[in-house]
């Protein structure tokens, strides 16, 4: 009988630590990069450990460096049961595996720490040395539990350290095959690989004779059913001649060197890997034998990418089309590991860098590049006044999407200077028209060699001959630069309380205080409702509406109105002013119009895109807006993050998402299902809305809580949380407060009379 009680007691004790305990953490990253174990030969995974290689031999490897001489750790707290709370962690680091096998932690134990932190986490131990490996593990206790270590994940450090570097993972190669191929001609091959990327080619041929010379083309446009060979502006076509040798040889097709692209500003393809160019088609001409799929292979070189982490559909199929499109480009314009404007000039710009920055957060868990580019723009700015200005924004984006702060504190005294406060006006006005401002001193702070100037959006110029601004109206007192510079103020307030720079943070609330009172009585028009371009202007444009609302710098009672005349322009702004048009639509709980301008089909959409074949989303609406337009630019993909972040409602509250908002303005849409990736897991949300109820359900990560606001539909009668009646508050947003939830599996249900 006692061995029989013992052997219960022990199924129950077993039982309990499988479903409490068993599950470990997961998802390590470490300086924010994910996979630091991996290991690649020319942009290709190696089938190869890092314990299994001396120190010499991580030559013939590419891998991702830790540059930090003092990381950060993170990781993915296990769900377990509903409402997980990390109570504590212990982490490990070892130099040697079979020490990390037993978790001696002989370089660091940080022991037991009571906290529920689980991302940004700070290495305290001696520093780490250059050109090592070293090895680590956690384990933590929830209020379930105590869970088992994590797998042993290895990483490699830099040749050179820092306390804080940024660190990043190295580009990569795909391997791809046709997804259809044509013969058009006698001897000429028309291959199609279904969707555009930077790449390179590989051709397997026969030939029964000596120098038999083909011709093999690329590019990225189509016509008539074969390559086009004069696309319009900077859209891509390259053809080049090839010898071939007797027998059967397979050719590298490697484009050459553009020096539109391979200047002193732009960043170049590493060493290891060939030159790129974007390309969707290939054909082959003046070649007799069939060509089959295997044939042809095309290395596409891209930043270790997810396309698997981040999920949208929905009942419209217009959306769901677009939403494909905006992904893929995220993944595709990866290509040089820092966020650049496309493929003519492949320079990084701030505007494009911030577009960009948001959508990769919301379509993988990937944070170094963003970070690295965000940095990389610090020391090489660009030109625009506004522009210099979204340094602030990209840099609280960081912050939020990572919790960790150390990228602000290393460079926060350019980013000071970045708020361009020495331009500043006795009208508390910045102003860029003085040469006097800016002087010697001023460009060295901004670590900028030359003079900045305004441009809003894209004004009439030759290569935009129509262009996006709206005709804005330019003054020496810009209502959008000064909407910029009030976002600046009051971003680098937080990041002083953040750094401890209390008085600092004290002077600049008072600024923006002062710029807020200005700015409303200088530039708005009372009478009309709506903002001027600038204070010696009686021009009103969308842009000077739609950046003020979106930068919060407009006053509450007058949102109405300035929605009113917003709505009243639809979208004549460039897809890079579209980004902060729909943040300031759906700000303003417009979800009717944010919806209606996301799905529409004309000329001045972003489905006009998809109906032109596009993979990759282009740099205007559509080529007869710009002269040198080309088809791969990030920041047309803006709905790649405003879809999660506004649509369906799911942002950041707290650093790291810590705490977040579930605040879905889904409009007529009657289904959504959502997946989005964040630093402690993954969010999934479904939705299905109808004329009688609107229900949410929401899986919540571990460690993490939510709040969540539905929209109100109609006349609620009824709210049920979790199968439980309960009470109907009204938010100030014009929807249905459900308070906050802890992790775990939720369901939200509004019956509607």
């Known amino acids: 009988m006692k061995r029989l009680f013992l052997l219960i007691l022990a199924t129950l004790t077993l039982s309990t630590f499988s479903s409490t305990a068993q599950n470990r953490p997961t998802g390590l990253m470490i300086d924010l990069v994910t996979d630091a174990d991996a290991l690649y030969q020319k942009g290709y995974r190696a089938e190869v450990k890092m314990q299994d290689l001396s120190n010499e031999e991580f030559t013939r490897y590419q891998f991702a460096a830790i540059r930090s001489s003092r990381p950060t750790l993170g990781w993915i707290v296990p769900q377990g049961k509903g409402n997980t709370k990390q109570e504590s962690y212990q982490i490990v680091i070892d130099e040697s595996y079979e020490d990390a096998r037993q978790h001696k932690g002989k370089v660091w134990n940080s022991r037991e720490v009571k906290s529920c932190q689980s991302s940004a986490v700070a290495y305290s131990g001696n520093d780490l040395q250059p050109d090592k490996t070293y090895y680590w593990s956690v384990r933590i206790t929830t209020n379930h539990g105590k869970s088992r270590w994590s797998d042993i994940q290895a990483f490699r450090t830099a040749s050179s350290l820092k306390p804080y570097a940024v660190s990043y993972k190295p580009l990569i190669r795909e391997k791809d095959y046709p997804k259809t191929i044509k013969r058009i001609a006698p001897r000429t091959t028309f291959i199609d690989f279904g969707k555009a990327s930077f790449a390179s080619l590989e051709l397997t041929l026969q030939c029964d004779k000596d120098a038999d010379t083909i011709y093999v083309a690329i590019g990225e446009d189509a016509k008539n059913g074969q390559i086009n060979d004069k696309p319009h502006g900077t859209v891509r076509y390259y053809r080049y001649p090839l010898i071939l040798k007797r027998g059967k040889h397979t050719y590298p097709i490697i484009p050459a060197d553009d020096k539109r692209n391979t200047g002193a500003q732009a960043v170049l393809v590493p060493e290891y890997l060939d030159q790129v160019a974007p390309m969707r088609y290939c054909q082959i001409e003046n070649y007799e034998p069939a060509i089959a799929q295997n044939d042809i292979v095309r290395h596409s070189t891209i930043y270790p990418f997810n396309l698997d982490a981040a999920h949208f ?288 089909e004309d000329d001045r959409s972003w489905y006009n895109m998809v109906s032109h074949g596009a993979t990759m989303t282009y740099e205007a609406w559509d080529d007869k807006f710009k002269n040198n337009q080309d088809w791969n630019h990030a920041w047309g993909a803006a709905p790649a993050n405003i879809i999660p972040r506004r649509l369906v409602g799911v942002m950041p509250l707290k650093a790291g998402f810590e705490h977040f908002s579930i605040h879905p303005q889904t409009s007529t849409l009657s289904h959504i299902e959502a997946t989005i990736p964040t630093i402690k897991g993954e969010i999934n949300i479904e939705i299905n809305n109808s004329s009688k109820s609107y229900i949410l359900k929401a899986s919540i990560p571990a460690n993490t809580t939510a709040e969540v606001v539905l929209p109100l539909m109609g006349n609620a009668k009824e709210l049920l949380i979790d199968g439980q009646k309960a009470e109907i508050k009204h938010s100030l947003k014009n929807g249905i407060d459900c308070g906050t939830i802890t992790s775990g599996e939720h369901t939200f249900e509004v019956l509607y009379e």
């Not at 957060?361 to 990937?366: F, L």
């Not at 009309?528 to 009103?540: A, M, N």
Request: with cysteine; aromatic share 12%; net charge negative.
């Open 313 to 600: 559909l929905s009942d419209n199929e217009t959306l769901n089309a677009v939403w494909e499109l905006w992904k893929y480009t995220i993944k595709a314009t990866s290509a040089f590991g820092i966020y650049v404007d496309g493929d003519r000039e492949r320079i990084p710009y701030e505007a494009d860098a911030l577009i960009n920055q948001l959508c990769h957060y919301t379509t993988d868990r990937e944070y170094a590049m963003a970070r690295r580019t965000s940095e990389y723009l610090l020391q090489h700015p660009t030109w625009p006044t506004e522009w210099i200005l979204q340094a602030l924004i990209i840099a609280w984006n960081d912050y939020m999407y990572t919790g960790d702060l150390r990228s602000i504190e290393a460079n926060y005294e350019t980013l000071k200077a970045r708020t361009l406060r020495s331009l500043r006006r006795e009208n508390h006005l910045i102003s860029t028209t003085d040469s006097k401002v800016q002087s010697a001193e001023f460009r060295q702070s901004i670590k900028f060699n030359g003079n900045i100037r305004d441009i809003v959006d894209w004004p009439r110029c030759g290569d935009w001959p129509h262009g996006e601004d709206d005709h804005y109206h330019l003054t020496p007192y810009n209502t959008v630069v000064n909407a910029f510079h009030y976002q600046a103020l009051v971003l680098l307030e937080q990041m002083a309380l953040l750094t401890g720079r209390k008085q600092e943070a004290e002077q600049l609330h008072k600024e923006s205080a002062a710029l807020r009172k200005a700015f409303n009585a200088l530039l708005f028009d009372n009478e009309k409702g709506v903002y001027r371009d600038g204070v010696e202007s009686d021009h009103v444009s969308l842009h000077s509406n739609l950046f003020p609302l979106a930068l919060g710098v407009t006053e509450e009672q007058n949102h109405k109105r300035i929605m009113d005349y917003i709505r009243s322009r639809g979208l004549v702004c460039s897809v890079y002013a579209a980004q902060f048009l729909m943040d300031a639509i759906y700000e303003s709980r417009d979800a009717d119009y944010g919806l209606q301008l996301l799905t529409k």
